[in-house]
């Protein structure tokens, strides 16, 4: 009768589900440190490996400070050379535009053939030119090439300030240009 | 009285196992706030840190391999024509010989010579007037007056030889008129000009710029220019290239 009635049943079902729950627990205890000490292990590495990298480069940064401040004479030159160069290359530009006294100076001498030429003030953006031309056909044929395409590139405006005819026949006479930018 | 005994003994063993388990839960999270996190923190700044090292070291490696790629010698020559041709600060005595010789070359009479406003002559006045004048004429200048009798031809022949003698002009403005015949009088004006050295130089980050091919050009075209030999007197205090230490100025 007493063999037939297990009063420990109930507990040691209980017992059974217990121990499992603390062996799962053991287990996964070390499972958590293992993978903490391999994250641990890894992020130190990377972190060795990042100070080595950063000593290995800070230390060619170094040698390469040294090497310049040897050619600091060679930088010297080079940077006073472009600086230079540079501005330069922008006066020669700027200076190449129709502006260019050179290139007014040589039109004019080409155009004003036969006239005498008594006064030519040039300034800033504005030409003015006072002649004597013998006689009319020569003064015709001179205005007729400052109204050329050559003339165009140079002048944005040509006025015929003045024209008086002298006692000998010939004419003086006043041109105003405005120069191209 | 055995069956006691075996709870009492199990529920001993179960708490070792929950004391363990809490004990390493709780140091890893103490291990991970006083150590893991700062770490990977000093990580992250080290990795952007590292970053920022490697594109400096790329940046002076290449600094290095351009300066090293320069003659000094052939650097010198050319600073030295180019500081002639574009001295560091106002060349009174040197613009106004220049000027002077150009006309005799030319046999032309200089009448009158004149310098409206000079103001200081050293290149911290000039540093000044730089950035004034960078946006109207990219060059600060000084401006010479002058009167000149002669020939038209030969008054002409001034104005294209002074802007191809050094140091660099312009001419600005002009008036030919009649004098005699076969003789006339210009007054012109010209512009000298100059360029202080630049503020900030000899950083050792900074990169070097090389010259451009146009610059090349440009500096080809200075090579053709005149240069008077200066006299004692004309002698200014400009450094010449060999001397020229920027990192100490």
């Known amino acids: 009768m007493s063999g037939e009635i297990d009063f420990l049943k109930g507990q040691q079902v209980g017992g059974a589900l217990k121990t499992k729950f603390l062996h799962s627990l053991k287990v996964g205890t070390l499972v958590l440190i293992l993978a903490y000490c391999l994250v641990s292990a890894a992020v130190f590495s990377y972190w060795l490996f990042l100070s080595n990298q950063t000593n290995k480069i800070n230390n060619e940064i170094a040698v390469k400070k040294t090497k310049i401040t040897a050619l600091k004479d060679v930088e010297s030159l080079q940077v006073v050379l472009k600086q230079r160069l540079s501005s330069l290359d922008k006066f020669f530009s700027s200076k190449k535009g129709a502006g260019n006294f050179n290139n007014l100076l040589a039109f004019i001498n080409q155009t004003a053939t036969g006239i005498n030429i008594k006064e030519l003030k040039i300034a800033e953006d504005k030409m003015n030119f006072t002649g004597l031309a013998p006689n009319m056909m020569i003064l015709e044929n001179f205005l007729n090439d400052l109204k050329s395409n050559e003339s165009s590139s140079l002048f944005s405006k040509i006025t015929l300030s003045s024209i008086d005819r002298q006692e000998d026949g010939s004419y003086l006479f006043s041109v105003l240009l405005e120069i191209k930018k | ?249």
């Open chain 2, 1 to 249: 009285m055995a069956k006691i005994d075996l709870a009492f003994g199990q529920d001993k063993k179960s708490k070792q196992s929950y004391l363990f388990s809490g004990f390493v839960l709780i140091l890893v999270v103490l291990v991970s706030l006083f150590w893991l996190m700062p770490k990977l923190m000093a990580i992250v700044k080290a990795n952007r840190d590292l970053n920022v090292s490697r594109k400096t070291l790329a940046e002076l490696t290449k600094k290095v391999t351009t300066l090293e790629g320069l003659s000094k010698p052939e650097l010198t020559d050319k600073v030295d024509l180019a500081l002639k041709i574009l001295p560091l600060e106002k060349d009174v005595p040197g613009a106004l010989s220049t000027l002077k010789k150009v006309a005799l070359n030319n046999e032309l009479i200089v009448n009158e010579m004149s310098i409206p406003e000079v103001g200081e002559i050293t290149s911290g006045s000039a540093e000044t007037k730089t950035s004034k004048n960078i946006k109207e004429e990219a060059l600060p200048s000084l401006s010479v007056k002058l009167t000149l009798i002669g020939p038209r031809e030969k008054i002409i022949n001034f104005f294209n030889q002074v802007e191809t003698t050094a140091p660099l002009m312009k001419v600005s403005g002009l008036s030919i008129s009649q004098k005699n015949e076969g003789t006339d009088e210009s007054l012109i004006e010209v512009r000298t000009y100059f360029l202080p050295l630049p503020k900030t130089i000899g950083k050792l980050e900074q990169t070097v710029v090389p010259v451009t091919s146009q610059e090349e050009k440009i500096f080809n075209e200075l090579s053709s220019f005149k240069i008077f030999e200066k006299s004692v007197f004309e002698e200014t205090s400009s450094p010449s290239a060999a001397k020229l230490d920027l990192f100490g100025y």
